[in-house]
């Protein structure tokens, strides 16, 4: 399946994404809609679970999901792990590193809540938390964080993409940078993972859920941890899985698997599982930098549209490589719940979000099989 089949080819892209038959649908920066083949994974999974024990139709899929995750990241399957929700693998880190009296952390605090709570909780344990300063929401530009660590900074936390203003990170220049000076850098990916290439390169901790963009369940995600940190972050959580017990006898002394599975305490999530696996195999087959291409296109032509209407539009210039799939638009001092109702009883699913201040926004989020008409369609209801 390509991307010009789909968007060319009405009876296969309702065929593999069902939610267009009967919806707009513009929110994948929240929680997306299942396509097709990602569903029947899943339904198949349960159906096998009937015939007997449930592991042993899908535990083979870890190493598939592993392999698939690496693809994506473009690092090594065993760095790979299965955790789920980006807040759990976010918490492992904050809680898993040692820190010393007198570090501290860098974080930008109107993030994704996921992405700031556990590294606030750090403060309880003599951690400095610092707080990053923007020029406008989101707008975190690599100078920004140059010039905001010091000799005493241990890591830097961050978003790869805004989830309000849809600015996207360089992430690349700013783990290159961080990691010249020793500061190591976690990236919370859940709005990039699947729509922008996301590689590893320059980052040493990275978790995604899947159910945004990638198109997967809720609650099934990937964690990376450098090959080279591993043994350095001791995750604060104790299971069957993830320290050694040969033969399933709990051992006089705790030592942990190496490898990813160190970071999967317990039984794995299966059903999300098999449904994460389908949706990394559709993002590969599409291509991400395909997916890219197309959601940098459709933003082109939104942001001058919503303009025309007289909105305001967030990171309405942006450089390439911090535009994304997110077009977010408002109008100062207007409450655009009402709007944002109206597109939802036309059948046209956005989100509704607001800032510290208040502000509301309507966020546009189409993904690479929304079609031009579709977009058309919400701009006549605006």
């Known amino acids: 399946m390509t991307l010009s089949k789909i968007l060319t080819n009405e009876e296969l892209r309702q065929h593999e994404f069902p939610v267009s038959?009967?919806?707009?649908?513009?929110?994948?920066?929240?929680?997306?809609?299942?396509?097709?083949?990602?569903?029947?994974?899943m339904m198949d999974c349960t159906s096998e679970g009937t015939l007997g024990d449930q592991e042993a139709f899908v535990m083979h899929k870890i190493a598939d999901a592993r392999k698939a995750g690496a693809k994506l990241l473009n690092c090594e399957p065993d760095e790979v792990s299965i955790v789920g929700p980006t807040s759990l693998a976010l918490s492992l880190v904050a809680a898993g590193l040692k820190f010393r009296k007198g570090d501290n952390i860098?974080?930008?605090?109107?993030?994704?809540?996921?992405?700031?709570?556990?590294?606030?909780?750090?403060?309880?344990?003599?951690?400095?938390?610092?707080?990053?300063n923007t020029r406008g929401l989101g707008l975190i530009r690599a100078i920004d964080v140059m010039g905001q660590v010091d000799e005493n900074t241990r890591l830097v936390a961050l978003?790869?993409?805004?989830?309000?203003?849809g600015y996207r990170l360089d992430h690349n220049a700013i783990g290159k940078f961080l990691r010249e000076r020793g500061i190591l850098f976690c990236l919370d990916a859940i709005q990039t993972l699947g729509a922008f290439p996301t590689t590893v390169e320059n980052v040493d901790f990275l978790a995604a859920d899947?159910?945004?963009?990638?198109?997967?369940?809720?609650?099934?995600?990937?964690?990376?941890?450098?090959?080279?940190?591993?043994?350095k972050l001791n995750p604060p959580i104790y299971g069957w899985h993830n320290v050694r017990n040969p033969n399933f006898v709990a051992q006089e002394k705790i030592e942990f698997r190496s490898g990813a599975a160190k970071f999967e305490a317990g039984t794995h999530n299966l059903i999300g599982l098999v449904?994460?696996?389908?949706?990394?195999?559709?993002g590969l087959e599409i291509?991400?930098?395909?997916?890219?291409?197309?959601?940098?296109?459709?933003?082109?032509?939104?942001?001058?549209?919503?303009?025309?209407?007289?909105?305001?539009?967030?990171?309405?210039?942006p450089k390439t490589e911090n535009a994304s799939g997110i077009t977010t638009f408002f109008t100062p001092g207007k409450n655009l719940a009402e709007?944002?109702?109206?597109?939802?009883?036309?059948?046209?699913?956005?989100?509704?979000?607001?800032?510290?201040?208040?502000?509301?926004?309507?966020?546009?989020?189409?993904?690479?099989?929304?079609?031009?008409?579709?977009l058309q369609r919400v701009l006549e209801l605006l």
């Open 159 to 165: 978003g790869s993409n805004h989830f309000i203003s």
């Open 210 to 231: 899947s159910h945004k963009w990638l198109l997967g369940p809720c609650g099934a995600g990937i964690f990376y941890v450098k090959k080279d940190l591993q043994e």
């Open 287 to 317: 291509g991400v930098d395909n997916i890219a291409a197309e959601l940098l296109r459709k933003r082109a032509w939104l942001v001058p549209a919503l303009q025309a209407k007289g909105f305001a539009v967030l990171n309405a210039e």
């Open 339 to 374: 709007l944002n109702q109206k597109l939802a009883d036309a059948g046209v699913i956005t989100s509704l979000r607001t800032d510290r201040r208040g502000q509301n926004y309507i966020r546009i989020s189409p993904h690479f099989y929304t079609t031009d008409a579709e």
């Open 106 to 132: 860098l974080i930008y605090h109107d993030d994704y809540p996921s992405n700031v709570y556990p590294w606030m909780a750090l403060a309880e344990h003599g951690v400095k938390v610092r707080l990053l």
């Open 21 to 41: 038959k009967n919806k707009i649908f513009l929110g994948h920066a929240g929680v997306c809609p299942l396509p097709r083949r990602v569903a029947q994974a």
């Open 275 to 282: 449904g994460l696996l389908a949706a990394m195999e559709l």
